[in-house]
């Protein structure tokens, strides 16, 4: 059996892509004093939602078959080219995500833009409404998604909850101007996604079990209707700025159908003030985040 070449094995190539990676396009503040060049090893651990131990046992060769899940966000939190991601995926012995299956990585370009937004509250979903990227705005105005259980970060699994204990998304209230509205929008959607994914097993399985456990989305599932997810005015009971009202936006990338959420109040109101300060004054003391 031929050896790897020297720096190509999973953990050496995890600690170049960290190290080429500045912390500015990553998000984070630039320190004048610092000895890393690309991203501390605490860094990516934040980002990619791992323990630091774990990072240094991947780096150092000691820890070599990850999860896809940990693969995916490290891929994520790297900002790595679809070709890299999936070489990340090969060197971690798994079978990189096929085509015609639904994405949950997201491109370096998408990457910076997002970063730009600064503390704007946005969320990124798979075209199954899975959870797969949240900004300090998001989690400032909405909880942190930490909080959830991974399976559980699903936008149609919180808005139709089959399992009576379900962790909620959001960890205070949020209620829209027209409920019924965005229910049938959200079936309509993943019933696009199905005809967009006809062979992903996750979203196969997501819809099976909502038909199966939850009325409200087997009955409007029955209807047949396709549509694009729409706009939809929010109000969210922030536990310590009081009640916001928002506009929810959602914009769809067209090869992945990646959906971008965009959380904003109306420029210059009160709401807009509160959206503000829930990135400075933070939850209470106690609360789940």
Not at 125 to 153: E, I, K, T, Y
Request: hydrophobic share 40%.
């Amino acid at each position: 059996m031929t050896a790897a070449p020297p720096g190509a094995g999973l953990g050496a190539m995890i600690r170049t892509w960290r190290n080429r990676l500045p912390p500015s396009a990553a998000g984070l503040p630039v320190v004048r004093k610092r000895r890393a060049v690309g991203l501390r090893r605490e860094e990516l651990a934040d980002l990619a939602g791992v323990s630091v131990d774990y990072v240094v046992r991947l780096e150092q060769g000691r820890a070599t078959t990850p999860s896809a899940s940990v693969v995916a966000s490290l891929a994520r939190a790297l900002q790595l080219s679809t070709a890299e991601r999936d070489h990340l995926y090969r060197l971690a012995q798994i079978v990189p995500p096929a085509d015609g299956t639904i994405c949950d990585h997201l491109p370096p370009g998408m990457q910076r833009v997002l970063v730009r937004l600064g503390d704007v509250p946005v969320a990124v979903f798979a075209a199954d409404w899975q959870l797969v990227w949240w900004n300090h705005g998001w989690a400032a105005l909405l909880g942190d998604p930490l909080a959830s259980p991974p399976r559980m970060r699903n936008f149609a699994r919180d808005r139709f909850p089959v399992d009576v204990d379900h962790t909620p998304l959001a960890l205070w209230p949020v209620t829209e101007t027209d409920p019924d509205t965005a229910d049938a929008a959200l079936v309509s959607d993943l019933r696009r996604a199905t005809g967009r994914f006809p062979r992903d097993s996750r979203l196969a399985a997501l819809v099976r079990d909502l038909n199966a456990g939850n009325e409200r989305f087997a009955e409007l599932w029955a209807t047949g209707e396709v549509t694009a997810n729409r706009e939809v005015h929010k109000r969210v009971d922030h536990p310590s700025v009081g009640p916001v009202t928002v506009d929810c936006d959602v914009l769809t990338d067209g090869d992945t159908e990646l959906k971008i959420v965009i959380m904003t109040a109306a420029p210059g109101s009160e709401d807009e003030t509160k959206l503000q300060l829930t990135t400075v004054v933070g939850p209470p003391a106690g609360t789940r985040n």
